[in-house]
């Protein structure tokens, strides 16, 4: 009898653990290099940009200004990973397309071939709203330099499929700019755990029953 | 005894090969197809189209091996949807290899109308 009595004790207890732990891994990381200034703990965040999308709208910071965003690099004319990064944001795109917490940016890394009518012939062909899902396009080192504080390799690259080497992670974005999760465009089950991480930040960042 | 086992066992593994005779083309339609034209064959909206279910393909099968090896530049009509995306030549793939590739897509999405390599290489002479 005791023995049943400690070991129906030990399954609540060990319930009441998991349940713990798992409010705890609720909150999203915040990824990135931090300083600790005055006993403030400054998180890397991206910086200031000045883009402009496929309906030749300027997109900044303030554009997603009160919202989450996931953020990608791509050119529209590669055929390498782009494809199955793009059928991973559209997977994103429409799992949220009726909330506007949350938007989405693919930015080119060959600004060079992407010009606006050009992007703005992609968006028309896999049938996304501007404002929904900015493609844009921006200064080339500019682009580069963006990539590079969203951890996300893009260059020029000769020797590269397509003249250009870029990673295919989508990375999300909070409110306060800080990136706190991303996932390997390119693998189904990355984005999977993706999309219920966007759902953890809408919760954190707008709270729960929206 | 012995012997019985080594039949099943043999038994069971072509079973398991008749799964996807097509291995060879499964792997080349991973490598130099899917990026596009997606595992499942579904294409991506009107940027690329799907080839499983695809009236064009169908239609099209004596061009189906030129259009790998030289690639396609032409606006196409696919289950009523144009698409201008421009596919790039893969003239590193020989022959068998494209033979492979369309028996695959035959085998996992078409009627089962396999083609032989020397068809390919029959339709490749009349490439426009």
């Given at each position: 009898m005791n023995r049943i009595i400690a070991f129906s004790v030990f399954c609540t207890l060990l319930?009441?653990?998991?349940?713990?732990?798992?409010?705890?891994?609720?909150?999203?990381?915040?990824?990135?290099?931090?300083?600790?200034?005055?006993?403030?703990?400054?998180?890397?965040?991206?910086?200031?940009?000045?883009?402009?999308?496929?309906?030749?709208?300027?997109?900044?910071?303030?554009?997603?200004?009160?919202?989450?965003?996931?953020?990608?690099?791509?050119?529209?004319?590669?055929?390498?990973?782009?494809?199955?990064?793009?059928?991973?944001?559209?997977?994103?795109?429409?799992?949220?397309?009726?909330?506007?917490?949350l938007v989405l940016i693919s930015h080119t890394v060959a600004p060079k071939y992407d010009t606006i009518p050009a992007l703005k012939r992609y968006a028309d062909k896999i049938n996304i709203d501007s404002k929904k899902w900015h493609l844009v396009r921006g200064e080339k080192e500019t682009t580069y330099q963006l990539a590079d504080d969203y951890f996300i390799v893009a260059k020029e690259d000769p020797t590269a499929p397509g003249g250009y080497d870029h990673s295919g992670k989508i990375m999300l974005i909070d409110t306060k700019r800080q990136v706190r999760s991303f996932a390997e465009g390119t693998e189904d089950k990355e984005v999977d755990r993706l999309i219920k991480d966007i759902y953890k930040l809408l919760n954190s960042e707008f709270g729960k029953g929206h | 005894m012995l012997i019985r086992l080594f039949f099943l066992l043999g038994l069971i593994g072509l079973f398991s090969c008749q799964n996807q005779p097509y291995k060879q083309g499964e792997i080349m339609y991973k490598n130099f197809c899917s990026n596009c034209h997606m595992d499942n064959g579904q294409g991506l909206k009107g940027l690329y189209p799907p080839i499983a279910n695809s009236d064009y393909f169908q239609k099209n099968k004596d061009n189906v091996p030129c259009i790998i090896r030289h690639g396609l530049h032409d606006t196409i009509l696919v289950n009523g949807i144009r698409f201008d995306t421009p596919m790039a030549a893969i003239p590193q793939l020989k022959d068998p290899e494209i033979a492979n590739i369309i028996n695959y897509i035959e085998h996992t999405w078409g009627n089962g109308e396999y083609i032989t390599i020397k068809e390919v290489q029959e339709a490749l002479k009349k490439c426009p």
């Open positions: 319930f009441i653990i998991a349940c713990f732990t798992e409010q705890s891994s609720g909150e999203l990381p915040i990824i990135g290099h931090r300083e600790i200034v005055n006993k403030d703990t400054i998180y890397h965040t991206i910086p200031d940009f000045i883009m402009m999308n496929q309906d030749s709208m300027i997109v900044t910071n303030s554009t997603f200004e009160n919202k989450i965003y996931v953020a990608d690099f791509f050119f529209t004319f590669c055929t390498v990973i782009c494809p199955k990064v793009k059928a991973n944001m559209l997977r994103i795109y429409e799992e949220f397309e009726d909330d506007d917490r | -």
